[in-house]
């Protein structure tokens, strides 16, 4: 892969992604194995006039390794040194970089359990200070090529190839392949607001889905929620891309307001293991039963993580021509799996679709259907033939999707 492509990309997601202004502190969240893509984001922050920038690195071996031996107490615990940290992060809202590249695979056989144990320890500790930056800062979660995750992809392929090849699929979704990435995202980011803008122009309360796979789901929508899609603002109104690859329209659905049953349409890869071929039924806009061939615990985990963890935080429509779908792989990695397909998300949803979020309480964008959760995990529902009708506020049906588009 040519180093310049990539280092074009580097730069998209620091200018374009993050959009890092003057005076900033940066932190970026990566995997041990992506040090020299880092150390480009590194300079190219710099040369936007960061102020600082931190590294946090990652490593699934890690990982694995604190939760086999340390105890679910020690596991949960927030240090004081944790909580400063957490309390300076409010203070500066430094913009943060996340960069995926870890193996779909690589913390198979961790303690689902004890994992899940300790974050309900340490969530209701950290949440108070999550709450405060909400929506106050940049971030973008964008992707490099990682060894092990390109030969799960790519199996045929030796490592370097594999690896390569993985590299041209991210540059290829992420609109940074050919011509002017930062163009082109200027141009993406235009055609996505005007689909946010058509669907907000229907007044829509109800969407209806079906499709040959067996989903027939209703989810009931916030009035006056807004659709959102491509870049974002912070309350203070800097321009922000936080998903680099996007497709996306979405918004968050009314807590207590899903019916019916879901079946995903891809594999869904969750805290390091892959669920596979599952299905959801909601009753009361709860998830009230559900199944899968593959990791049926580890999703029981999941919807089980807190008592809002199986409301819905957000619907989301992908037609069948993303260019992510068109490309024909699965990337066992949400970022870009979702963009390949409607999905929806269990959990936590978003206070920035609901007009005058800003002036509002905790309290009062909860009070208006907002499910608040210590997960959101995206899962995707989206196929060929999926029909999506919408029901607007008089009683009106148009068709939103037809034949997956």
Known sequence: MKKRLIKQYAKLIVNTGANVQKGQEVNIIAELEQADFVMMLVEYAYKKKAKRVTIDWLDDRLTKLHNKYQKVKTLGEVLEWEKAKYQHRVDVL???????????????????????????????????????????????????????????LFPDLSPKKAKDKLWEEILKASRAFEGNPVANWQEHNARMSKHATFL????????????????????GLIPGAHFLAGGEHTISGTYFNPNIPTEEC???????????????????????????????????GKAVEFGAEQNEELLKEMLNMDETSGYIGEVALVPKESPINKAGILFFNTLFDENASCHIALGRGFNMVIPGFDQMSHEEIIAKGVNDSLIHVDFMIGTDDMSITGITSDGREFSVFRDGT
Not at 200 to 214: C, H, I, M
Request: hydrophobic residues 35%; charged residues 30%; without cysteine.
């Open 94 to 152: 430094p913009v943060k970089i996340f960069i995926e590249s870890s193996d779909p695979d690589g913390e198979k056989g961790i303690d689902q359990q004890k994992r899940a144990q300790a974050m309900k320890l340490r969530y209701p500790i950290i949440k108070p200070y999550i709450d405060q930056m909400e929506d106050r800062y940049q971030w973008v979660i964008a992707a490099a090529s990682g060894k092990a995750w390109a030969k799960k």
């Open 200 to 219: 907000n122009g229907l007044d829509l309360v109800e969407l209806r889905y079906k499709a040959g796979n067996g989903t027939d789901f209703k989810v």
């Open 250 to 284: 979405f918004t968050t659905p009314m807590k207590g307001k899903a019916e019916g049953i879901v079946y995903a349409s891809k594999p869904l890869s969750y805290n390091g293991e892959i669920i596979d071929k599952f299905w959801i039924r909601f009753k009361d």
